[in-house]
């Protein structure tokens, strides 16, 4: 079992920076895939990032590349997504989400959840 917490969503201004982070607890060692996903009412859930703890694997979805970093602090069990430039189109639930399968990028492919956080970005 694996339980996932986000933190970090707010709102901000168009140009602005936040930092979500995400923590793990449980059997994580079994759920080496821990990415991110977003989803907007009325939409499909959509991968942001995906990524493997080991470091092994890393995808961004195109509009954010070279805007948004994620990267791992494993001694608080903890991926952290630095979001800069964001933009209006960002704005959406942000979730992370953990799984067994290997480069998975699709939300069937990821056995945990977390409860998401909301990200808000005005123009």
């Known amino acids: 079992q694996v339980q996932l917490v986000e933190s970090g969503g707010g709102s901000v201004t168009a140009g602005g920076s936040l930092r979500l982070s995400c923590t793990a607890s449980?059997?994580?060692?079994?759920?080496?895939?821990m990415s991110w996903f977003r989803r907007v009412p009325g939409k499909v859930r959509e991968l942001v990032v995906a990524?493997?703890?080991?470091?092994?694997?890393?995808f961004y979805e195109a509009s954010v590349k070279g805007r948004f970093t994620v990267s791992s602090d494993t001694a608080k069990n903890m991926v952290v997504l630095q979001m800069n430039s964001l933009q209006p189109e960002d704005t959406a639930v942000y979730s992370c989400?953990?799984?067994?399968?290997?480069?998975?990028?699709?939300?069937?492919?990821?056995?945990?959840w977390g409860q998401g956080t909301q990200v808000t970005v005005t123009s």
């Open positions: 989400a953990a799984g067994r399968m290997y480069r998975a990028q699709h939300p069937i492919e990821y056995d945990y």
């Open positions: 449980g059997h994580i060692n079994r759920s080496p895939a």
């Open positions: 990524t493997m703890w080991d470091g092994t694997y890393t």
